[in-house]
Structure formats: structure tokens, C-alpha cells
């Protein structure tokens, strides 16, 4: 049997190693997001052969077990997932290469499906940081016009001294936007209090836009796997034009000179929310991470 515990910051001692020699290629492979959606999700996790099992209560599912995390033989804590789940076994987020060995391992015996809600959007990052070509010109006429209308501006990374400020300025994001009306924004908004509160803990990093000395986007990402970065947060106030592109265009460029090897940018899933599909889209992914779910037969 499994010894579930809730996730908590401790576990990081011992979660990060085994994700360190694991090949992730998912935004939830990560003790950052892990941790920050633990209340959401109701994540619990445990230790079994040097490999991470976590479970998750997703969308009134109970008990959805992610692909065990790790280096070495992962059959025999497949196996002991299945003899612990009486019915209804769900694996979630599910690399191609995890759902070809699952299925390699037991063949016919789940049933797959891709989770299109669920795909985690991935560009370049030195397209990020240019916005090169005729796809993007939007972006650059956005960024142009913050210019334009805001005359003293300037980025900078989020360090204990301004982070209060982000937080306070999500609570006006949250108020402008209209969280408390829906779900979707508050178990955002409640990730995004934990993404803050342990900043330091969790080893994060981010930037923000100020003008005229007031916050008025910011963003929080960490180094993902080898080539990539991924962008948990990203927030800026709407009535300011090109906002949003100035707080991408500005991180992706530090995010390039801090890690001059890294190659993507990781812009984590839409939700299945029509206005952040849109505005993932509007970047041109370079790909995609596709994620599937089993379910045993």
C-alpha cells in the first residue's frame, strides 16, 4: 500500500531529485506547480521505488494518478497502483512516449485518449524574445504602442523588495477581471497566492512591468527540464495596451541571457478557456505538448 501524504514544502527535499532524473516534458512534472495547485487538485504523493506516485481530485474525478516520475523500472509501481484501485483507474497528463510504454507494458488493457484542454503550448524562445516575421506583427504593433503611451516605463525582476507589489497588484487584477465569478480564475488566483507567498521556497523567478512607479503586469516561471522554460504566471491589467506582450517579450529576452543554452519556452495549458486558447494561439506555437489519459478497461 501506498503511504499518501498531502504535498507540502518539505517534500521538496526529496520530490526535486527524482524529477531531476526523470524526462519531463509536462508543465505539471514540476514541484512548483505541484505544490502551488495542491489545494485545487487535493494533491497527495508518495515514495515508492525511487519513483514520485502523486494523485490529484480533478474536475469531481477522485483520485487521478499522474505517470510515476522517475529513473529505473517503473512496472512494478504501475503495478501497485493498479492492485490499490479497486475501479475506475485514471492515469492523466500522459506524455505520447509514457501512454507508448504504458501501452507497451499492458497492452489492450487501458484505453487512451487525447486531452486537448490539457496541451501545453512550447515556442522558441529566441521567437519569443524577437517577435520576428509577418505572423507576429500584431505583437509588435501592441509593443509599440505601449511604448508610445507610456513614456517612463521599465522592467525589472521580482526580489523581496517589490514582490508585495505584485501581490497587490493581483488583488486589482482580480477585482478588474472578475475572479470571485468565476471558478476557473479563482483556483487560478488561489495557485497564484501560493506562487507568491513561497517565491524564495520555491526557487522561482519572474519580472514585471512598471509605469509611472505602478506594477502593471508581472510574471513567474522557472527552468522546466534542459531546454526549456515555463511560465506559470503571467498578469497584466487589460486597459493598458500591449501590456501583456511587453511583460512576454521583456522575461523571454532576461530568460535568454540568464540561460543563453535553453531553447523553449513553456507556456503551459489553456484550460480549455476560450479567451487563453486564443491568446496562446496568437503566438504561433512551435509545438505542442500533447497529453493523454488512460483509463484501465
Known sequence: MFNFKKIELEDKEWIVPILRESVISGCHQNFGNLFAWREI????????????????FISNV????????????????????????????????????????????????????????????IYLLEKMVSLKGKKLHRKRNHLNAFIRNNLVWT??????????????????WCIDIGCK???????????????????????????????DNEVVAYTIGEVLNTDTYVVH????????????????QQFAAWVQEKYPHLIYINREEDMGMEGLRKAKLSYYPDKMAVKYRAVLK
Open 41 to 56: 487538485n487535493d494533491t497527495k504523493v508518495a515514495k515508492v521505488n525511487d519513483f514520485l506516485v502523486a494523485k490529484q
Open 62 to 121: 477522485k483520485d487521478i494518478y499522474l505517470y510515476p516520475m522517475g529513473k529505473g523500472d517503473v512496472k512494478p509501481v504501475i503495478e501497485e497502483i493498479i492492485r490499490s484501485v479497486d475501479k475506475n483507474l485514471i492515469f492523466a497528463g500522459l506524455s505520447p512516449e509514457e501512454a507508448n510504454e504504458m501501452d507497451e507494458l499492458y497492452p489492450g488493457r487501458f484505453i487512451y485518449d487525447q486531452v486537448r484542454d490539457d496541451y501545453d503550448y
Open 155 to 172: 522592467f525589472e525582476t521580482i526580489t523581496e523588495e517589490n514582490k508585495a507589489e505584485c501581490i497587490e497588484m493581483n488583488k486589482k
Open 181 to 211: 465569478d468565476d471558478k476557473s480564475l479563482m483556483d487560478e488566483n488561489c495557485a497564484t497566492k501560493y506562487f507568491l507567498k513561497y517565491f524564495n521556497e520555491l526557487e522561482l523567478q519572474g519580472g514585471l512591468i512598471r509605469v
Open 233 to 248: 504566471i503571467e498578469k497584466a491589467f487589460k486597459d493598458v495596451q500591449g501590456a501583456y506582450p511587453m511583460i512576454n
